[in-house]
């Protein structure tokens, strides 16, 4: 009886065993060590389950498959809740099957550890909208896998990692809101749509092709890159947003930018030249070209825009008559014009703009047939001084 007993306890046993997975012990002293490292921050209690007394496999931002963490999503990610604060421990790097890991924000500090680089399963980083430093490190790049890095938002410094750029499996690439400097390394990913590297201290030049024709959304503003990129962007067909303002781009702005399906276009406070000749009707509702030194007469294609800015340029001649039409009928809801060489406007002087259009001519070589309500910024001068428009040849 008793063996008899012995035997069904052995097979309840083994069966429970089969069906209920223990961790590997090797995930559950990183996950020991990672909680270790982490706190919450008040108001947060992320971290109440996890008890490790019970399974980890049950506690909060923890999922597994088998004996195997393969997902990490730390801190509570409803909208408004307080994060984590602490560092990231490098035993993150232990947990041989995580394809995803990922941090609220918070107030994690220190550096992203070099131990990521053993994480060859992983598909998905990020880690925004905290206090890290230090570098990125190049190892990230052994990832061959990984499809989004999201490290916006901290306070990376040094350059991003050529290897970063080999990744072939890259989708989305978010570094913006850092202190990273170097320059943009060449990304030879076919699947790459979204590239957000703003707010950083990047330099130098972009080669032609050195993004891949993938690209979807690429925001390059408030850098200090330079050269040309009317080769590159010529290439980049697949484009819904473009923001390359407030760096130091210099030569022409390709025509056949315009026909791309952009829905706002941001290439304002750079150096771009010449004149702009769009191939075919523009229908990008936003079209920010201001602060450069664009020349030559304003197109008649601009006027289906909904808000274009060509202020602070070079342009000459007569403002299109289409587009004072367009104005007046409130289609153009914004036309800023000030601050060029234009000579004329074919607009009645008791025209009424519409309440919610904005036209503003100052300082232009002409004497304003309405006036309109302008930004401050555009001083207080109606006109240009003619003897800037007699020598002026566009």
């Known amino acids: 009886m008793k063996i008899k007993l012995l035997f069904l306890f052995l097979a309840h046993a083994i069966f429970f065993r089969q069906c209920v997975a223990i961790l590997e012990p090797i995930d ?64 993150i790097g232990k947990l041989s099957a995580l394809a995803e890991f990922t941090v609220v924000p918070g107030r994690i500090i220190g550096v992203l550890p070099e131990s990521f680089s053993h994480l060859k399963n992983l598909r998905f980083l990020g880690v925004s909208r905290n206090f890290l430093s230090g570098r990125i490190p190049a190892g990230l790049g052994q990832l061959r896998g990984l499809q989004t890095l999201d490290l916006s938002f901290n306070q990376l410094t040094g350059n991003i990692p050529w290897s970063i750029g080999t990744i072939p499996a890259l989708f989305n690439v978010i570094l913006c809101h850092n202190r ?114 664009l020349s030559g007469e304003i197109s008649p294609l601009f006027s289906s825009v909904q808000i274009l800015y060509l202020n602070n340029n070079r342009f000459t001649g007569q403002v299109p008559g289409i587009l004072v039409d367009r104005l007046l009928s409130a289609n153009i809801h914004v036309l800023y014009l000030q601050h060029n060489f234009l000579t004329g406007i074919a607009i009645n002087p008791a025209a009424e703009i519409p309440v919610r259009s904005s036209l503003c001519l100052q300082y232009n070589c002409m004497v304003l047939p309405v006036q309109t309500p302008c930004p401050l910024k555009a001083g207080k001068q109606k006109s240009r001084p003619t003897s800037q428009c007699g020598e002026w040849r566009g």
């Open 28 to 91: 559950f002293l990183a996950l020991q060590a990672i909680h270790k490292s982490l706190d919450d921050l008040p108001g947060s209690k992320f971290f109440a389950s996890w008890d490790f007394t019970s399974d980890p496999c049950n506690f909060a931002g923890v999922y597994c498959d088998g004996d195997k963490v393969i997902a990490l999503n730390l801190g509570d990610p409803r909208a408004g809740s307080p994060g984590l604060t602490g560092r990231l421990d490098p035993a």
């Open 180 to 293: 990273i400097s170097g320059s943009v390394p060449p990304f030879v990913s076919q699947r790459l749509t979204r590239l957000d590297l703003k707010h950083n201290e990047l330099s130098g030049s972009l080669l032609p092709m050195s993004l891949p024709s993938s690209l979807e959304y690429l925001s390059l503003s408030w850098n200090q890159l330079s050269g040309p990129v009317d080769h590159l962007l010529s290439r980049l067909n697949r484009l819904n947003y473009l923001d390359l303002s407030l760096n130091r781009f210099t030569g022409c702005i390709p025509g056949n930018l315009f026909r791309f399906p952009i829905t706002n276009l941001q290439l304002q406070r750079n150096q771009f030249i010449g004149p702009i000749y769009p191939v075919g009707q523009v229908t990008i509702p936003i079209v920010d070209l201001s602060f450069n030194r």
